[in-house]
Nanobody, 120 residues
Framework: QLQLVESGGGLVQPGGSLRLSCAAS????????IGWFRQAPGKEREGVSC????????TTADSVKGRFTISRDNAKNTVYLQMNSLKPEDTGIYYC?????????????WGQGTQVTVSS
């Protein structure tokens, strides 16, 4: 069974940091570009960042540029999202998925999501 599993979410104060992890099971992650997406309450899901199979190319949403960094460790079959200088508007459910780097569009395989709450 092919699965993506997110972890690392939680409650953090504004200005704080979190690192999300996306682990794959049932398939080798380096066959795919992988991205992070988020959905805030009452809003549509949006792309956050996407990284190519090799890790050499990334696409990142303007709203998080300079604060969030996507990376991958293919040996560990895991993709990460380092989130710094968090703001309340970063609150939402964060999903990882296979993605198209150029358009930052998710497709086919999605994780179940991990909740990130930024609040004082």
């Amino acid at each position: 069974q092919l699965q993506l599993v997110e972890s690392g979410g939680g409650l953090v104060q504004p200005g704080g940091s979190l690192r999300l992890s996306c682990a794959a099971s049932g398939f080798t992650l380096d066959y795919y570009a992988i991205g992070w997406f988020r959905q805030a309450p009452g809003k549509e899901r949006e792309g956050v960042s996407c990284i190519s199979r090799s890790g050499r190319a990334t696409t990142t949403a303007d709203s998080v540029k300079g604060r969030f960094t996507i990376s991958r460790d293919n040996a560990k079959n895991t993709v990460y999202l380092q989130m710094n200088s968090l703001k309340p508007e970063d609150t939402g459910i964060y999903y990882c998925a296979t993605c198209e780097v150029a358009t930052m569009t998710g497709y086919q395989y999605w994780g179940q999501g991990t909740q990130v709450t930024v609040s004082s």
